[in-house]
């Protein structure tokens, strides 16, 4: 089978995927709202009922399909194990990458906010405020994280390593980022995906993945924001005017500026400490070549085919209504 060939397969594939869900959740919202309209006033239940229905669908669909389509395409990455450290460090500079690359989303979107005239709303943002600490912590940091990392990183690069690392990185990533469905999360989205595959390819053990998936979104979701409750952020930036507001707030408030304090401080350690890992590390970043890499450049056939054509633009479209309509 060519690079070609594979790629178009598997971008059909998501495409099914990524219709599947929609139909099922469509037909999910219809028969809560004619049988169970309570639920509407219950943001957790829709929240786990979409979780649930979306890795259901997607063990429906994903590994019984790639199998099918790929049958004899299958490459597992060599196995080597990482220390504690290292997972460490990697999760360190996984924070980092979410950092700059969420920055330059918000330029993007400010940008379009201004050029549109429509305030673009982050889902996450909705989450966080609405769902149950509980089943945030269960669903981000164990659920999410092991479904997602099967369906973008073991299924994907198992049957697309043969052609190229590097288009299978860029290709995991950019799926990963399209299927979230909305603009905001959509750049962190790929820049971490495409972070996770590497990591994948040079491990060979996709629980790697699964842990620092885990780890950032317990640290995004659950950590950082329990801590930033705990502080009034409208009274903080209205005291910050000047310092003796300041200093009437945090004696006011010792619980709240101590909070903030310790978020603020957390994520500044974390970020040095990525900048010292990458530096300290950069010549453990590389890319093997593989056996049917195509000669001519592996991005071409692994982008310009009907399959993986038909997945963004069906993405991009439905990313754009959500976004403005």
């Known amino acids: 089978m060519t690079a070609k060939k594979a790629y178009s397969r598997m971008g059909f594939l998501y495409l099914i995927f990524s219709l599947a869900v929609l139909v099922v959740q469509l037909i999910l919202s219809l028969v809560i709202y004619s049988y169970f309209p309570e639920v509407y006033d219950n943001y957790t239940a829709l929240t786990v009922l979409s979780s649930v229905s979306l890795y259901l669908v997607g063990l429906v669909i994903l590994p019984p399909g790639a199998k099918l389509l790929c049958r004899e395409e299958k490459l597992v990455p060599e196995k080597h194990p990482m220390k504690i450290s290292q997972l460490l460090q990697a999760f360190c500079v996984t924070y980092l990458i979410v950092v700059v690359s969420n920055w330059i989303g918000q330029i993007v979107i400010g940008f379009t906010e201004t050029m549109s005239g429509t305030l673009i709303e982050n889902p996450v943002d909705d989450l966080v405020e609405y769902v149950s600490p509980l089943v945030l912590l269960v669903l981000t940091g164990l659920i999410a994280p092991v479904f997602e990392e099967w369906f973008f990183r073991k299924i994907l690069i198992d049957r697309l390593l043969r052609y190229g690392e590097a288009a299978a990185i860029l290709v995991s990533g950019l799926m990963f980022g399209l299927f979230h469905g909305n603009l905001d999360q959509f750049f962190y989205a790929f820049a971490i995906g495409s972070f996770f595959a590497y990591i994948y390819i040079r491990t060979g053990k996709v629980h790697y993945v699964m842990i620092l998936h885990g780890m950032l979104n317990i640290m995004s979701s659950v950590v950082l924001n329990g801590l930033l409750s705990l502080v009034d952020l409208d009274a903080f930036y209205a005291a910050a005017a000047d310092s003796v507001s300041m200093l009437r707030f945090c004696l006011e408030d010792p619980v709240g500026i101590s909070a903030l304090l ?64």
């Open 262 to 325: 310790i978020a603020e401080g957390l994520v500044y350690c974390i970020l040095i400490a990525a900048v010292i890992f990458l530096i300290r590390g950069r010549k453990y970043f590389f890319l093997r070549r593989q056996s049917d890499e195509p000669p001519d450049g592996q991005f071409k056939p692994a982008l310009l085919n009907a399959g993986m054509i038909c997945f963004v633009i069906y993405s991009v479209i439905y990313i754009i209504a959500e976004t403005f309509f």
